[in-house]
Structures are given as C-alpha cells and as structure tokens.
C-alpha cells in the first residue's frame, strides 16, 4: 500500500510540474492577476472565438474559400461549405474574365444587326404609296425603316411597268412596236417588261453579293427590291422626255446622266442603311449595277 502510495505521489507531481500543452495553432489566455468585473471584462477582450476540437498535437486546417460553394467539395473535416464570396464578381471592376478563342462576350448584348432574326426590324413595313414616295423625298429614313422589310410586291409590278414603258424610250424599238400589229406589239411589250423584270432581279443580286463579300451583314430580299424600285423610279423623268424628244436627244442624254447620277446616290444610301457599311463600299457594292444601268438605259446609243 505504501508503494501504491508513493507511485501515486509521483504522477501527481510530475503532472503538477510539467504545464498544460495546446493544440497547435492555440494561445493560452492570459494569466488572471486578482478578480472581479474589470479582470473578467479583460478575458473577455482576449478570448478567441469557438473553434471545433482538433486532434491533440496537429495543426488546425481552415477551409479554402476558393473551393466553396463548389458541387460535391466539403471544407475540413467533413464540414460543408458555404457559397462562393468571389462568385460573381468577374465582371465588376477590378476584375477580368477568361474567354476562349472565338467566343464573342458580348453576342447577348442589344447591338442591332441588319438581317439577323433574333433583332427586331428598325421599323414598321411601309405602304407602297408612302414607299414609293419616301424613297424619292426621304430615302435615308425610308431605306433604314425598311432595311428588313422585302418589297417584293411594288417592286415587281413598278419594274414590270417601267420596263414595258421603258420600250418606247428607246427610238427604232418605239417605230417597230407602232408599225406593228397589235397581236405583235402586245407580246412584244409583255416580253420587253418580262426581261427588265429578270435584270434587275440579276443587277439586285450582284449588288447584295459585293455588299456581303465586302463586309455588309443585309438580308438579301430588301436590297434586290428596293434596287429594283431604284432602278425604275430613277429613270422615269428621263424616259418621260424621251417619249416626246426621242432618246438620242441632247437633253435628254444630259437629263439621262443627271438621273444616272441621283441613282449611284441612292444605290449608296440603300446599301449603306442595308448592310450597315461605310458608304465608299456601298459605292462599290452598287459599281456594276450603275455601269449596266448607264450603257443600257442612260445612254442607249452606246
């Protein structure tokens, strides 16, 4: 019993000598001198917040916040984790965002561009009346109003019009349709209508063909049509002349190159509004339409 006594003896001092050992990452608190409020109001200042247990002798882990709120991803020790702080915050200021090779960042923003269904039209579709004369008084708004509107309708028929009337404009094809007979002249003038009609749907096609190889993004169907309306509005008052002065006329070669002119503006302002280009391209999207119309039916003679 004495021994027993003894060996207890031992452990109690040697406990008693050695000090209390904290876990890794830990302070003891500060040694208390004396009571009361003010002694315990200081441990408090001095108190560290509540921590889980860790294993006696390892190092405490604390969670990365940079695998929060990630699917599937526990902190340390089996703790879930909370959302990310720094989600979100790639597009503020301050901060960047990766993209990859060909992605277009801002493709869901509210840039508009021509011809594309998922923009809406710059606005409403136009009656032919008020068409027709907004493209000889206001043809900058009328072609931006109408840059995704086709115009299939009043293009076809003024062309067909235009290029049956346009027939007797011309001096040897007007003396041939007069001397000739009615079951003649008839087929003759629907044919002549008819091959005005293909050539400026060809002509249309060509211009919307440069304007899109030289960087315009235009749907195809307003460009050919309001080509077409160009076309055969342009030269109404040099065709008018011609009916009474003959198309070899001076003045009318003269009123013929006026007009030439008004359409390479126009073709530029359609093109340009069209196809959202600068308007030297839209210049030379409209180069062959305004060559052909210039040796066929400003100046027949050439």
């Known amino acids: 019993m004495a021994g027993f006594r003894i060996g207890r003896g031992r452990e109690n001092r040697t406990s008693q000598q050695q000090p209390q050992q904290q876990p890794y990452g830990r302070q003891a608190p500060p040694p208390q001198h004396g009571g009361g409020a003010g002694q315990q109001r200081r441990a408090q200042q001095h108190q560290w917040p509540p921590q889980a247990q860790q294993p006696y002798g390892e190092p405490e882990y604390f969670d990365d916040p940079y695998q929060q709120g990630r699917p599937g991803q526990q902190g340390a020790y089996g703790r879930q984790t909370g959302p990310d702080p720094y989600a979100g915050t790639a597009n503020n200021p301050g901060h960047t965002q990766a993209f990859s090779v060909g992605e277009d960042p801002y493709g869901a923003g509210n840039t508009y561009r021509a011809g594309q269904t998922g923009t809406p039209p710059a606005g409403p579709r136009l ?176």
């Open 127 to 302: 009656h032919w009346k008020e068409l027709l004369r907004g493209i000889v008084l206001r043809p900058g708004p009328t072609f931006w109003q109408m840059r995704d509107h086709a115009v299939w309708g009043p293009a076809l028929i003024v062309t067909l019009i235009y290029g049956m009337l346009a027939l007797f404009g011309f001096d040897q094809a007007r003396e041939d349709t007069v001397n000739a007979t009615m079951a003649t002249a008839i087929p003759y003038v629907l044919t002549t209508g008819v091959a005005f009609v293909i050539a400026g749907l060809i002509l249309g096609a060509v211009t919307h063909t440069l304007a899109r190889q030289l960087g315009g993004d235009g749907a195809w169907q307003p460009t050919v049509g309001l080509s077409m309306l160009i076309m055969s509005i342009t030269d109404v008052p040099r065709l008018v002349f011609a009916f009474f002065l003959g198309g070899e006329n001076g003045f009318v070669q003269i009123l013929g190159w006026l007009t030439w002119l008004a359409a390479g503006a126009l073709f530029t302002s359609m093109v340009s509004k069209s196809h959202d280009l600068p308007w030297p391209k839209a210049l030379a999207a409209s180069a062959i339409q305004l060559i052909a119309l210039l040796s066929l039916l400003k100046l027949g003679t050439l």
